[in-house]
């Protein structure tokens, strides 16, 4: 090769790496702010790197994020709510860093699974899928928080959903045996708290969507999550 194909070889070669290395930046800046970074960017800008410590983080999908009243059903707990949309568990995992560990709380509390294993054809997710993502997401807070307990609320039953939840009670129940296994993990249930003596969900705890909690259910939900919470983190 001569000295001028070799100039206009090496030239072709940057240019063509710059290429790439462009379309990665843009592929991982994508992936960096994924479904969710808006309402993520919304919770950051509640406390404008001001974050409060030693609280309570409740995150996950909307019913969370739709608990209104969390605060004044938990108090004297101070807990912030960090649902967001219709969460997976994966994308808790993603966004731990930032609505999570800043806030070196003393504990986290759960609810997602349920987006998961929604029986949308292509887009659910099996017992097994959820179960590894969940402990991708414990070791992942565990990681940065050693110490910290995380409570994982159970996928609930809901009508809406109601062909799924063999595969959601399989989920829960691989769940909970982990938890049980492991110092700091902990398993609240709230699935006997919202049937019906039929064995079916109350609907009289739900919203017309036959899905996410109403005034009543959060009532049952608040009275399943904050004895538990109380008598472990504050002895009472």
Known sequence: MNKTKLRHWLIFTVFAAVAVSDRNTAAHS?????????EIRAIEQR?????PSGVVVFTGSSSIAAWTTLADDMAPMQVV????????VSDVTLYADRIIVP??????????GTNDINGIPGKTHTAGRV?????????????RLPKVPIYYIS?????????????????????QAFCRKHEGLHFIDITPHVMNEKGKPNNTLYKADRLHPNRSGYKVWTSAIRPVLLRDLYGQ
């Open 155 to 175: 996928i609930t039953p809901t009508e809406l959903r109601w062909r799924v939840w063999p595969e959601a009670r399989q989920a829960n129940a691989r769940i």
């Open 103 to 112: 806030f070196k709380p003393k504990a986290v509390v759960v609810f997602a």
């Open 47 to 51: 406390y404008n790197g001001r974050y």
């Open 30 to 38: 994508t992936d960096t702010g994924g479904r969710w970074h808006k």
């Open 131 to 143: 179960f590894r993502d969940v402990t991708v997401l414990f070791d992942k807070i565990r990681s």
């Open 81 to 88: 709510n960090h649902g967001f949309g219709g969460a997976r």
